[in-house]
């Protein structure tokens, strides 16, 4: 993405994280934030329970890393002379404001479009851009955990209520993924016709396709699918269960096709004898007596910690994993392996921050980023680029419209 130039008029995770995504491919993403308070964003002192240091913030971090952010009140004749000028050199305009505030502060299509015809028209919302909701907002817990079934999936009825949704931004950052993508394609049918395009993702459309299988299954059949709790799980296959080890933890197996691993799978779970057993020799008696290898199998892994089975089941065949928290995965070897971590400056002076790369790699190698900006901490020299002489910068500044 060298070369592209994206202007970022968005708050929060949604749209950001798309933004982030083209920077961590090359992108110059430009973030335009309230000259006054930044991104609303920067004020939140608390994530899932936990309390944030301002300075190191990972719902900034997370969406901003690579950018360059400038101070604009957009709702400001100034403010709006310095968003056209720099739309004019841009090839992407990426928003997630809803249409009123599009329209009231003059950076819906049209006005964007008057000064450059040429450039991508980026929308991330809750709900979509058609239709009687499309002026209502919403975040994640609300479009994508809750209103689109993927809350209900999640939720065993045997707890008779609703799970609230574990991990903050968790459809923003998909969602943020599926604009990145669209804009990616967005830029190659302009380089190959010169035609430009609108790109539309919300929320509602995100958890749709990310639990599609199931979305189509409930239409086809009128029957909804949930989650269990631990003690009401059934297999029709011994070799697909979650399964407790003897200090807490958990090992999934996930043989889907047991054809080929049975052998091997009885032999590393300290069974051997069951492999030439009749009833689990064969994947359809495995099946007709999944029930009794379920048993023999708990029993097997109930007896040895967590760790033991870690590390022992890593030469097995079939399918399995650790039942891992979010912190866990920050020292898994493969994690690790695969860069999926990368340290970063910190804003405070102190020691780097950690971030997750995004999820595409090039050529195996690790994309580089930089920390998110300070708000505003641009502003200066990405105007001078454009050509602003220092008396203009002083105006607009005096006048409130840029900081």
């Not at 604009?72 to 968003?83: F, N, R």
């Not at 709900?127 to 079934?149: M, Q």
């Not at 020292?331 to 999926?340: E, L, S």
Request: with cysteine.
């Amino acid at each position: 993405m060298q070369g592209v130039r994206v202007l970022e008029v968005a708050q929060f995770t949604f749209v950001p994280a798309a933004g982030a995504i083209l920077a961590d491919w090359g992108a110059d993403v430009i973030k335009v934030e309230h000259p006054v308070r930044g991104d609303t964003q920067r004020g939140f002192i608390n994530m899932g329970g936990f309390q944030l240091d301002p300075n190191r913030h990972p719902l900034i971090e997370h969406p901003n890393r690579g950018k360059r952010s400038v101070g604009i009140d957009v709702s400001t004749p100034g403010g709006q002379e310095v968003l056209y000028e720099i739309a004019k050199t841009a090839d992407v305009f990426l928003t997630n404001y809803l249409p009123v505030q599009r329209q009231k502060n003059k950076f819906d299509v049209e006005h964007i479009r008057a000064v450059n015809p040429d450039i991508i028209y980026a929308r991330g919302s809750a709900y979509g851009d058609k239709g009687p909701e499309r002026d209502t907002g919403g975040f994640d817990g609300t479009a994508f955990w809750t209103r689109s079934g993927v809350g209900h999936a999640l939720t065993p009825e045997a707890i008779n209520g609703a799970l609230s949704q574990g991990i903050p931004a968790f459809g923003d950052s998909i969602g943020g993924m599926n604009i990145a993508g669209g804009i990616a394609a967005a830029l190659f049918h302009r380089e190959r016709t010169g035609e430009t395009a609108e790109i539309d993702v919300s929320l509602l459309s995100t958890a749709w396709w990310a639990a599609g299988a199931s979305v189509t299954q409930g239409m086809e059949t009128g029957e909804t699918m949930r989650s269990l709790m631990p003690d009401d799980a059934t297999s029709v296959n011994p070799f697909m269960a979650n399964y407790r080890t003897s200090d807490g933890g958990t090992i999934n197996l996930c043989i889907v096709s047991p054809t080929g691993y049975i052998r091997d799978a009885f032999e590393h779970l300290g069974l051997p004898e069951l492999a030439d057993d009749p009833r689990f020799s064969d994947v359809l008696p495995l099946i007709e007596n999944a029930s009794e290898g379920v048993e023999l199998i708990a029993k097997a892994i109930g007896s040895k910690p967590f760790e033991y089975w870690r590390q022992h089941l890593k030469t097995m065949k079939g399918q399995w994993a650790p039942f891992q928290s979010l912190v866990d995965l920050a020292t898994d070897d493969q994690a690790v392996a695969n860069d999926m971590i990368v340290e970063v400056e910190a804003g405070d002076g102190g020691k780097p921050f950690k971030v997750v790369r995004g999820p595409v790699q090039f050529n195996h190698e690790p994309l580089e980023t930089t920390r998110a900006p300070q708000a505003s901490e641009h502003t200066e020299i990405v105007l001078m680029e454009l050509g602003l002489d220092w008396d203009r910068i002083e105006e607009l500044k005096d006048s409130g419209s840029i900081a």
